[in-house]
């Protein structure tokens, strides 16, 4: 977990963090908007329809927000990807597990 001091969480930072005044979260959620936004004008993904765009090289690893670094992944997929401590993906392993289900 990404707020854990002494093995403990540390409430009053994730709730800093939860709390869109966070400079890096605003910017964060504004890129994944502006992604979701340019493939539903695309008509890549539309609401309600189960899907979520992805970055095929997350921005936390120094991906880019364009449209060569997006794809179309189930939610369920997009949300299962291990973590670091600090938050960011240990692995960008989606795709293959998508794959499988197929």
Known sequence: MPFMKNGKRDYKKEKAWEDNTHPQRVKER????????????AG????????????IKPLSKGGSNTKDNFRIVPEKINDSFSRN?????????????????K
């Not at 504004?30 to 004008?41: F, H, L, P």
Request: a positive charge; hydrophobic letters at 25%; glycine letters at 10%.
């Open 44 to 55: 890549k993904v539309h609401k309600g329809d189960g899907k979520a765009v992805d970055h």
């Open 30 to 41: 504004a890129e994944r908007n502006k992604a979701r936004s340019e493939m539903e004008k």
């Open 85 to 101: 401590k600090d938050g960011s993906l240990k692995k960008n392993d989606g795709a293959a597990r998508a794959r499988k289900k």
